[in-house]
């Protein structure tokens, strides 16, 4: 409506097309700051007025309480991110919205400039928590489908320590040579094709590509237990190629 | 003589009358909501509708609702 | 009109819009210039337009037209708007034309007229300025009304803070000009103007002064509470008379009166007039011309028990020119009539339409991407704001970019053509359009790509209308750079943009029809009159449902001897299968292929279907309350009914009788109006009244619920000296056995009467309970095996309460009758109809389109985390066991397109096909400058 009764709003937005506000991705966030975006305006149906039958918008505002979590803990402002809901009637609102958010993050500047943050730190935190995302995914997973009826529970939704704690103790997985049997199941289940396996040589987790989802600790047979799920502490390093001939267990 | 029987004057001379009379299935009298499901259900079901209304667009009296009970959604 | 049903001859004059509707893009460039101003009858004649211009914003067709007021259509004069419009499509030459059209049958829905409060000049209408009515009152709030959406008054143009609603006007009136009837939205309407207006206003005082509050529809209870929550919103039920409009501050005054305080006279700063509805306004000279009869309001004449069909064959009347109607009943009835012309039209469904032919599809997968751009001025919208050559300069410079182009309007059907046309000639396998928005044509450029013959969904529309130069017009370098951008972003999303197919899904023909109660049989029969095998299904051993307990209607309708007159219908239609004693074991598929495994009488088969109608009526509350089960004398109404029916002996000799309204609903329980008991108390008074005359009767309400025509019955039953009390649910009627005057046992029945002030004692011999209308145990059976939802009353919850009320959700599933809302038989039957219509929308095709944006898993990727499948309430998701662990799997066919699963999968498996997380983030990347 904003379009059809001409209403002025700041000429610093982008608009892309999504079906269901539901559908933006945190990584859809991430993936815009880190490629320089100043600010991410997230535009739904007004609550409880779904379009579809799955009350995406919920979701939706689910991803941003936790998205803004988030840039504070990497040390950007929670400002640049917004979400709102409205009809398609709310022509008015939507100009007002639009012009207020442009004002809001002139003034806080660009990106991580604002925040007084270096372009190279900055950077290499949003590639970080992209890497991270499949596990905040998982981390989170009731949070994210739940639906807040009062806004005043907005903010506990996710707690700043939650996250804190959550992008701190993250969890890895690595492969112990010692027990490892080269059977194949990890690799085959691996949805991220992160495991390096060769036939009777000790599998190796990429850690690069690894999207910490725990599909390989769940599947290693019990018998070998070669999986270790790691949190706090530093990967060890993987075994050289030229070491990684199993040991068959007598 | 072409197509064989009749000539092509007069096949053109009753394609003409063809065209001047509209052939419809149904007409629908009023493009309110009420209107406008109907001709749609018709249309969707296999019959060709005729819609026709006063004003110079379809919407009826509901397109100048602002809003709808009991959800108060948009009425467009 | 000439002729008769299944060949009518009907003439139309078409008047001149002076628009050349295909030549007319609706850019409005004209209006802008016209120097004409009129009131627009649109905004209600609050705010001027111009003689040239769109109707409203949303408008359909979306062009312009010109009203009489028009300098050059008087004198001759002016005519600027020729020459400013570049498409040339004014033309004033136009004159009124004559069209004959021929058609098998008439769908009369010309809706209605809203009471205009103007001519009686009782409510200081068209004197105060502040006085208003409930359609003016909805123009001002709306975002495209007078003051976009701004509430203010006429005589200062300053937001009023006190505001007050007069209901009934023109309603529940029998005074010459008035109307008898009741308009059944008002009540409800207000409370969403009370609603609306304190989110314009939080402090403003709102007060509504009502006769009863008539808030008797699905859902509307909780809004009543909503709206009594609010602060500064008050509700006083008082006749009221307008006062004075006072000099200084043109506030208006009433007065009214409370039962406390007496006659009192109260200032507010505008006044809105809830206004009724009435008949449309050239409602004579419509029946006339149509050969119809109408009733003695003024309305369409109907059949209670044909509720669709007018007084002549082959017409038939939906929405609110049946009498007062709200939207939702606009709707089914709409669909209903639909069923009923499919009925007498059957034999030639399917011969006027016509199939398009488009050229074969060309496989351009394997190919390097070859994007065309064409840029649209849309005359000047774009044109005078985006510099467009600039813009195609641009386009081509971009990668992938094999040609670019700017057109004057994209969507005349010649640039249409050219887009085709250089789609092959350049050998192009992606098209980007930068003009408006892709909500409106997409569809038609979409079909451009098809004539190409290359794959429709090879199309990206870059909006640069909407959200460019129309709302940043007077920012030409930001508009041509952001104009830029957006097409830089459509191009890289175009890049990764793949074919999709839609399929086809073949039908299965017949309907299975759960419930065999008036509304299941009369959809049942409706489907099988159009052709179609039907499957009924019921629990009980005889078919009829509530209606077996039912004798008469107000209207005065024999329900025995009709039901038996359905019930022969039904088991003499070849096409229709009956099952009672039936039980559903399990059901599944999906819309135009369900399978459902029935028990009836010991024997177990499989019915395959195409569509499902639940009709699983409802049940009579059992009573708790007022020593119902305790002593025989305390009845409920359908029992007393089935008294009255039976002539029994000492109810008909009963001195005195209390009815008590609102058992079991209206309270926390049951926080929901059963809709049909005012009117049915009434039924069974007026036919006790006429049994014997001399009994005593007492109505005990809490708001006399008798909507539509049934308030003339109201009003019949207070002249037969029927006595209405109103008691308040805090402080409720009480019924203990007494012994009365004459030493003979009677129920004693005690009530505050507010109006007195004091308690009353009533000795009855006999007390009828109008027992609420709770959900019937088949519809909780049937919402688990089906999967539809409940709405918090345990009522079926439809698709949308106003645009698809008996759809369900899940595609292929109908709902009717009274599992739905308590309700009359005539409103029942429409809706039987409507379920059948709606159904008939599927079960006429021999296939269902799917569409190709649906979403789609990778095995590889998915780790079985269900996190898509808690997310998808289409339920259309399902684990499926691999050799790999488990997997998510889709149903195409249910899935929605919506992509929520996109966003909650970890790992990227589930992927929504045309809005690719490849596509997005491609767009994402695009929009920063390079």
Do not use: T
């Given at each position: 409506m904003s379009g059809v009764s001409r209403l002025q709003y700041t000429t610093e937005s982008r608009l892309i097309r999504v079906m269901c506000s539901g559908r933006v991705d945190l990584a859809f966030v991430f993936r815009a700051f880190l490629k320089g975006t100043d600010g991410v305006f997230i535009g739904g149906c007004r609550l409880n007025e779904c379009n579809y039958d799955t009350h995406g918008n919920y979701h939706a505002l689910n991803m941003v309480l936790l998205a803004k979590r988030i840039m504070e803990h990497i040390g950007l402002s929670p400002e640049r991110l917004r979400v709102e809901f409205m009809s398609s009637g709310d022509g008015i609102r939507f100009a007002e919205v639009m012009s207020e958010f442009g004002r809001k993050v002139k003034e806080l500047g660009p990106l991580g400039q604002g925040e007084g943050l270096d372009e190279g730190i900055l950077k290499s935190k949003l590639a970080e928590i992209t890497r991270l995302i499949p596990y905040i995914k998982m981390a989170k997973k009731e949070k994210l489908g739940s639906r807040l009826s009062n806004p005043e529970r907005y903010a506990d939704l996710f707690t700043r320590d939650e996250i804190d704690r959550l992008l701190r103790e993250v969890t890895s997985y690595y492969i112990d040579p010692a027990k490892c049997q080269a059977c194949m199941l990890c690799a085959r289940r691996c949805p991220a094709e992160a495991i390096i396996s060769v036939k009777n040589q000790i599998h190796v987790i990429d850690q690069e590509k690894c999207i910490k989802c725990g599909t390989c600790f769940e599947v290693c047979p019990d018998r070998f237990g070669a999986v270790k799920e790691i949190s706090g502490v530093t990967v060890p390093p993987p075994i050289p190629e030229g070491e990684r001939t199993v040991v068959r267990k007598k | 003589m072409a197509n064989g029987q009749f000539p092509e004057a007069l096949i053109q001379q009753l394609s003409q009358k063809f065209r001047d009379h509209h052939f419809g299935d149904v007409m629908v009298v009023g493009g309110g909501v009420s209107g406008i499901q109907a001709s749609l259900d018709l249309a969707s079901s296999g019959f060709k509708v005729y819609l026709v209304d006063k004003?110079?667009?379809?919407?009826?009296h509901m397109a100048q609702l602002d809003k709808t009970f009991p959800t108060n959604e948009c009425s467009m | 009109m000439e002729g008769e049903a299944g060949d009518f001859q009907i003439t139309l004059i078409k008047k001149p819009k002076y628009i050349d509707e295909d030549q007319c893009t609706g850019c409005t460039a004209c209006v802008e210039y016209c120097p004409v101003k009129y009131p627009d009858p649109f905004n209600q004649e609050i705010s001027q337009n111009k003689a040239i211009h769109i109707y409203f914003a949303q408008a359909i067709p979306l062009v312009t037209y010109i009203d009489d007021s028009c300098l050059y259509l008087k004198e001759k004069k002016c005519g600027i708007c020729e020459g400013i419009c570049k498409n040339h499509a004014i033309d004033f030459n136009q004159r009124a034309e004559k069209i004959e059209v021929k058609v098998g049958a008439v769908i009369l829905a010309p809706g209605l007229e809203p009471y205009d409060p103007g001519l009686r000049h009782d409510y200081g209408y068209g004197q105060f300025a502040n006085v208003v009515t409930s359609l003016d009152y909805e123009r001002l709030m709306c975002a495209t009304g007078p003051y976009q959406g701004e509430i203010l008054r006429a005589s200062d143009r300053k937001h009023p803070h006190k505001i007050a609603w007069i209901q009934c006007v023109g309603s529940r009136q029998v005074i010459p000009g008035g109307n008898s009837y009741c308009s059944g939205v008002c009540c409800t309407y207000a409370q969403k103007q009370v609603i609306l207006t304190k989110e314009h206003d939080a402090e403003a005082e709102c007060t509504i002064f009502h006769n009863d509050i008539r808030s008797y529809n699905k859902d509307f209870e909780r809004f009543y509470q909503r709206t009594e929550s609010l602060p500064g919103v008050r509700f006083i039920r008082s006749y009221v008379s307008i006062g004075r409009e006072i000099p200084a501050s043109k506030n208006v005054t009433i007065r009214y009166s409370t039962p406390d305080d007496g006659v009192k006279e109260e200032e507010f700063g505008l006044v809105v007039l809830s206004v009724g509805l009435n008949p449309p306004a050239d409602y004579t000279a419509l029946a006339d011309k149509f050969g119809i009869e109408l009733n003695a309001h003024g309305f369409c004449q109907t059949n209670p028990v044909d509720p669709m069909e007018a007084t002549r064959p082959g017409i038939f009347v939906s929405g609110a020119f049946r009498g007062p109607t709200d939207i939702p009943e606009s709707v089914f009835s709409a669909s209903a009539a639909g069923s009923e012309c499919g009925e007498l039209l059957n034999y030639r469904r399917g011969k006027l339409t016509q199939a398009r032919i488009y050229p074969p599809e060309k496989d351009v997968a394997q190919e390097e991407p070859r994007i065309g751009v064409f840029v649209c001025h849309c005359g000047a919208n774009i044109g005078r704001i985006v510099d467009v050559p600039a813009t195609v300069e641009y386009a081509l410079s971009l990668p992938h970019v094999a040609y670019a182009q700017e057109q004057l309007f994209s969507c005349a059907t010649n640039s249409a053509k050219e887009i085709s046309d250089m789609t092959r000639e350049k050998g192009l396998n992606r098209v980007v359009i930068a003009a408006c928005s892709p909500r409106t044509l997409e569809p038609l450029f979409r079909d451009t790509l098809r004539e190409a013959g290359i794959n429709q969904y090879y199309l990206d529309m870059a909006n640069i209308r909407e959200h460019n130069s129309w709302v940043h017009s007077k920012e030409r370098e930001e508009s041509t750079r952001k104009a830029q951008d957006l097409i830089r972003m459509s191009v890289a999303r175009a890049r990764h943009l793949e074919p999709l197919q839609e399929f086809d899904l073949p039908v299965n023909k017949a309907g299975l029809v759960v419930g065999g109660g008036l509304a299941g049989m009369t959809a049942a029969l409706s489907l099988a009159n159009q052709g179609h095998e039907v499957y009924l299904v019921e629990k009980e051993s005889d078919l009829g449902g509530m209606a077996r307990r039912l004798h008469s209607t107000?209207?005065?309708?024999d329900v025995q001897q009709y039901l038996i007159d359905v019930v022969g219908k039904i088991y003499r239609h070849p096409l229709v299968h009956v099952y009672t004693e039936a039980a559903i074991l399990e059901t599944g598929g999906y819309v135009g292929n369900f399978a459902t495994k029935v028990k009836s009488r010991g024997r177990v088969m499989e019915i395959k279907h195409g569509a499902t109608l639940l009709a699983t009526g409802a049940e009579e509350y059992r009573p708790t309350e007022y020593l119902y089960g305790e002593d025989e004398r305390v009845v409920t109404n359908l029992e007393l009914e089935e008294q009255i029916a039976g002539r029994d002996e000492r109810l008909v000799g009963a001195r005195s009788l209390v009815m008590i309204q609102c058992v079991g609903c209206r309270n926390a329980e049951r926080n929901y109006c059963s809709r049909v008991c005012c009117s049915h108390s009434i039924k069974n008074a007026l036919n006790l009244k006429a049994l014997n005359p001399q009994m005593d009767i007492y109505i005990l309400f809490r708001d006399m619920r008798t909507y539509g025509y049934y308030e003339d019955y109201y009003r019949e039953a207070a002249g037969k000296e029927v006595r209405f009390i109103r008691y308040e649910p805090t402080d409720p009627p009480e019924v203990e056995p007494a012994v009365g005057e004459e030493g003979l046992g009677v129920l004693r029945v005690t009530v505050t009467d507010p109006i007195l002030g004091k308690r009353l004692e009533i000795d009855a011999d006999v007390v009828a309970l109008a027992a609420a209308v709770i959900p019937s145990a088949g519809s909780q059976e049937a919402a688990r095996l089906f999967k539809v939802n409940s709405n918090p009353d345990g009522f079926f919850k439809e698709a949308h309460v106003k645009l698809r009320p008996v759809d369900f959700v899940a595609d292929g599933i109908y709902l009717c009758g009274m599992a739905h809302y308590p309700k009359f038989i005539t409103e029942t039957l429409s809706q039987a109809y409507a379920a059948a219509g709606r159904a008939l929308t599927l079960l006429s095709h021999d296939t269902v389109v799917a569409s190709g944006s649906v979403c789609e898993v990778n095995e590889r990727k998915c780790i079985g985390c269900g996190a898509c499948i808690s997310a998808c309430s289409y339920g259309a998701i399902e684990f499926r066991e691999t050799r790999q662990g488990k997997k998510a799997v889709v149903n195409p066919v249910i899935c929605k397109g919506d992509g929520l699963c996109n966003a909650k999968c970890p790992t990227g498996a589930i992927s929504l096909k045309h809005h690719t997380d490849e596509e997005i983030l491609s767009q994402i990347d695009a929009a920063v400058q390079p």
């Open positions: - | 004003a110079p667009s379809i919407g009826g | 107000l209207e005065g309708l």
